[in-house]
């Protein structure tokens, strides 16, 4: 493979499992959203997941993965990534990223969000507005885009396009996915010489980009899973996991496999029947 570890192309039967998990983790991460509100602990929201993961007859990708302690990631303010619920308990105008994922039959999905607890600062909401914009750049250069590599340059474009200045974290990147969470190929937020693998049918990956408002420099707590900006600043976290075909793209983990946002960027997805 000269120097890439292989890929795992999906047929067109497995990417219709695939979108099974997908709807799994798109209803279980709505479940969260409704429910988060100032007063609720990060645990609360780790339970609601749980809960809604297993009435589905699915099994949560995170729990127990490398030892890992719950089924959702719940970062908070300046935690960027893999906080690990708990007693925090939410206050007004937190920024609040859940990242979450599933297996069904054997096939994983995974998706985040970020949002901001009522009395928002507008700052926050424009961080966490230009995060979901610049992961849908990233989705829709899948489709336009030639290799993988394209997806970098689009997210970096939408961030460095906002009005504020934002950073654009690389120590933690997209990826594969299919019947492991994390799958070759990195699928990174940034651009860079190396373009990647050509984008094509059967491919199937995660676009999560994570900008701050600040630097995008990063540090793990003593936990060993929450990662933080150094400076303190805020950060937001998004992700699709999105499949291409031999007609398009359809994003798996989006109750509209991502026909209204990509609708506006000039593309539309093609859905597996």
């Known amino acids: 493979m000269f120097g890439r570890e292989a890929i795992e192309y999906k047929t067109s039967e ?15 991460l709505a479940a969260v959203r409704a429910a988060a509100r100032p007063g609720l602990t990060t645990a609360d929201l780790d339970r609601i997941a749980a809960e809604a993961i297993a009435a589905a007859g699915a099994t949560p990708s995170f ?23 708990g007693s925090r308990v939410l206050q007004p105008g937190d920024v ?12 994983h999905g ?29 989705i829709a250069a899948l489709a336009t885009g030639q290799r993988v590599g394209d997806v970098g340059g689009a997210v970096e474009d939408v961030a460095e396009a906002a009005p504020a200045e934002y950073g654009v974290i690389q120590e933690y990147v997209g990826h594969g996915i299919g019947t492991a969470m994390h799958q070759p190929p990195e699928v990174l937020n940034y651009r860079t010489r190396d373009r990647g693998p050509r984008l094509r049918p059967g491919l199937c990956v995660a676009v999560e980009p994570m900008l701050t408002r600040g630097q995008r420099y990063t ?24 499949a291409i075909h031999e007609a398009g793209i359809w994003v798996l983990t989006a109750v509209d496999g991502g026909a209204e946002a990509l609708a506006a960027l000039g593309v539309e997805i093609a859905a597996l029947s």
């Open 14 to 28: 497995q990417i219709v499992l695939m979108r099974k998990t997908g709807l799994v983790v798109a209803s279980s």
């Open 63 to 85: 729990l127990g993965y490398h030892g890992y302690p719950a089924t959702l990631c719940v970062s908070v303010n300046e935690e960027i990534v893999h906080g690990i619920p």
């Open 96 to 107: 609040v990223s859940v990242d979450c994922g599933a297996i069904l039959d054997g096939w």
């Open 219 to 242: 540090q793990v707590l003593a936990d060993e899973w929450t990662v933080i900006t150094r400076d303190g600043a805020r950060a937001a976290h998004w992700e699709h996991s999105v």
């Open 110 to 138: 995974d998706s985040a969000f970020s949002m901001v607890l009522p009395e928002a600062d507008d700052a926050d909401l424009e961080l966490v507005d230009v995060t979901e914009r610049s992961m849908w750049a990233g």
